[in-house]
Antibody, heavy 119, light 108 residues
Framework: QVQLQESGPGLVQPSGTLSLTCSVAGGSMSGPFWTWSRQPPGKGLEWIGYVYHNGLTNYNPSLTGRVSISIDTSKKIFSLNLRSVTAADTAVYYC?????????????WGQGTLVIVSS | EIVLTQSPDTLSLSPGDTATLSCRASQVVSSAYLAWYQHIPGQAPRLLIYRASNRATGIPDRFSGSGYGTDFTLTIERLEPEDFAMYYCQQSGNSPWAFGQGTKVEIK
């Protein structure tokens, strides 16, 4: 059974870079898409982007230019970098798997990690 | 870009009632790559339905999904106390992927 776990700093300075890692336990990283989403306080879920095992990426147009997602299949991790952050990037960040067996629905999810952008 | 609009924003119901949640897409969702999630504050979102009408592993048959094209529905029969939560639809058939804004099912 695949399990995901996010890790990274809980506090980031404005104009800095938010960096998170998602560790994948169990299963193979080849085949599925590996995704990041977030939920700002009091708001709904927002899709950030995905990375495929070969490094192919796709991002939410609202974040293009600031976001990058990478993968290291040998370490079984994938990572999110979000540059030039502001308070609007404060959110709970989730990683999840999107597999063709479930029509690219997100399952499972990590527990989420709160990142606050503040000085 | 496909925009998903969920209605209503809030549904006030009692345990035992039936909840009917709508998700309307601004364009046809490719191959019914439409999923529904339950999200309880403080927990990870949980996949309920994929491919519009397929229940995910371990999801009770009180939950059902239907629809195709641009109009999709999540139905929750015989509401249990643990069903009062936020629900999101999401599409992965067209880039960029997207969530609806959510429907809150609250206790009346």
């Amino acid at each position: 059974q695949v399990q995901l776990q996010e890790s990274g700093p809980g506090l980031v300075q404005p104009s800095g870079t938010l960096s998170l890692t998602c560790s994948v336990a169990g299963g193979s990283m080849s085949g599925p898409f590996w995704t990041w989403s977030r939920q700002p306080p009091g708001k709904g879920l927002e899709w950030i982007g995905y990375v495929y095992h070969n490094g192919l990426t796709n991002y939410n147009p609202s974040l293009t230019g600031r976001v990058s997602i990478s993968i290291d299949t040998s370490k079984k991790i994938f990572s999110l970098n979000l540059r030039s952050v502001t308070a609007a990037d404060t959110a709970v960040y989730y990683c999840a798997r999107a597999d063709s067996k479930t029509a690219l629905a997100f399952d499972p999810w990590g527990q989420g990690t709160l990142v606050i952008v503040s000085s | 870009e496909i925009v998903l609009t969920q209605s209503p924003d809030t549904l006030s119901l009692s345990p035992g009632d039936t909840a009917t949640l709508s998700c309307r897409a601004s364009q046809v969702v490719s191959s019914a790559y439409l999923a529904w999630y339950q999200h309880i504050p403080g927990q990870a979102p949980r996949l309920l339905i994929y491919r519009a009408s397929n229940r995910a592993t371990g999801i009770p048959d009180r939950f059902s999904g239907s629809g195709y094209g641009t109009d999709f529905t999540l139905t929750i029969e015989r509401l249990e106390p643990e069903d009062f939560a936020m629900y999101y639809c999401q599409q992965s058939g067209n880039s960029p992927w997207a969530f609806g804004q959510g429907t809150k099912v609250e206790i009346k």
